[in-house]
């Protein structure tokens, strides 16, 4: 399924997302604008949770922040009692305006300053998960002097090759994350925390990529880390108390590109873990999953207003809409393939093939290279899905964009959480200066 769990077309061909008439959104807040629906959000939160709890004795669920963030998520993933990872002191410091308990926050990232660590320690937050031999000596210097030791995970390289774009591989040995394994890093990163008198490792962590859609990836990696931390056992006596395979869960973009069932990844890494604990002779530790996307991506849609058209006979025609790289880069970035449709559907008209262009100055500034629509022309409203993660998170004001208002919709209700930005805010940072003279 490509559209939130609340959308429906009227009589009419209407497109309506948590009882909200998607038309009337657009006029209201106009466009670009970013939808996302609530119920589908509480629902994926719910799914993990549910299907963790029955895979795993001791289960629990955190939403990778990198996907997308806001203060009114956060509310929603807090109170659905997710966890959260961070990797940035931006992302921390949202989390905390957002009054997200600190001590179930994770600080992930491959090359922490100094400043960010200091502001995790100083905030409590719930741990620190290592990636590398620099942090290590950053940690060891800012916590010598604490009497209560600070819980740290080591990110471990497990060397597992996925299939998803080569920019979302994170667990090869040709990754700038975590340590590797194979190479015998992760095995000294284990000796360098155990001898920090300020920090206590509590466990093991690994992520393999994103957007995954296989199983055996996650059975691997699981398999990679317990049995890592078996040989830590027997070398330093280090009992994990939590262990992680990460995040990536794949998700649907496209109708005709079905994602897994989550469930059928969960039962299988929970039953990895179980039998990995009783394999390397250990106590279940807690086990740890992090979905970013699947937690949003389907619950976010962006609709955009059509403006130029150009056909080029015999080559391609080109839609342009008021949005594009500027509030979703994952076209031009990687390739990300996406679906549109009208949102006041014209079921009986004819349909044409068209690319949908963003309005950017770059060629690579293309939405969806082919779909099929009926004849669009400028003032058209078209619903794109599946934006709900890294879209917003990677938004940038190039051509100086506005970056786009957001609005969250639920049982009829609408909330706006993030306006859209305004021409001040574009010159805000900047420090004036004077002409002439
Ligand atoms: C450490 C870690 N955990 C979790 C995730 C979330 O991945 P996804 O959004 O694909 O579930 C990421 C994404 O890059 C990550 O780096």
């Known amino acids: 399924m490509v559209w939130p769990i609340t959308a429906q077309r009227d009589a009419r061909e ?134 209560e030791p600070f819980p740290v995970l080591l990110r471990l390289n497990p060397g597992i090759d996925v299939h998803t774009h080569d920019y979302r591989k994170t667990g090869i040995v040709d990754s700038k994350f975590g340590l590797g394994i194979q190479t015998g890093d992760a095995a000294c990163a284990v000796e360098r925390l155990v001898n920090a008198p300020g920090l206590v490792l509590r466990g093991y962590h690994a992520h393999v990529g994103s957007q995954i859609f296989e199983v055996e990836p996650f059975v691997d990696t699981v398999n990679a880390i317990f049995d890592f931390a078996g040989e830590m056992k027997e070398r330093h006596g280090v009992i994990p108390d939590e262990m992680s395979p990460g995040g990536g869960f794949g998700i649907q973009y496209e109708e005709s590109d079905p994602a897994a069932p989550v469930e059928e990844y969960i039962q299988a890494i929970g039953a990895a873990a179980q039998m990995a604990a009783r394999r390397i002779g250990i106590p279940d530790p807690e086990f740890t999953i992090e979905p970013g996307r699947s937690i949003v991506g389907t619950a976010g849609i962006a609709v955009y207003t059509v403006g130029a058209t150009k056909v080029i006979p015999g080559v391609r025609t080109y839609v342009s809409v008021d949005g594009g790289m500027a509030d979703n880069i994952r076209p031009a970035l990687y390739g990300a393939v996406y679906s549109a449709e009208l949102v006041t559907g014209r079921k009986d008209e004819p349909v044409e093939l068209v690319t949908i262009a963003g309005k950017f100055c770059e060629s690579g500034d293309v939405l969806i290279d082919k779909t099929t629509l009926p004849q669009l022309t400028a003032g058209d409203l078209v619903a794109v899905p599946v934006v709900g993660a890294y879209s917003l998170a990677m938004a940038s004001n190039y051509n100086m964009a506005l970056r786009p208002a957001v609005v969250f919709v639920s049982e009829g209700e609408t909330r706006l959480v993030q306006r859209r930005e305004t021409f001040q805010d574009l010159v805000q940072r900047d420090v004036a200066q004077m002409t002439g003279g």
Request: hydrophobic share 40%; aromatic share 8%; charged share 20%.
């Open 14 to 147: 209407a497109l309506s997302i948590g009882g909200v008439s998607v038309a009337e959104l657009a006029s209201r807040y106009g466009t670009p604008l970013y939808i996302y629906d609530e119920a589908t959000i509480r629902s994926q939160c719910r799914l993990y949770t549910q299907s963790l709890t029955q895979a795993h004795p001791r289960p629990r669920v955190v939403y990778a922040g990198k996907a997308w963030l806001s203060l009114a998520l956060l509310k929603i993933i807090a109170d659905e009692g997710l966890s959260l990872d961070v990797v940035s002191a931006g992302e921390l410091y949202v989390a905390l305006e957002a009054g997200f308990p600190a001590e179930r926050i994770s600080f992930h990232g491959n090359n922490k300053a100094p400043d960010e660590l200091k502001m995790a320690l100083d905030s409590n937050i719930g741990q620190i998960v290592v990636d590398n031999f620099y942090e290590i000596d950053c940690l060891e210097e800012l916590t010598a002097n604490r009497t």
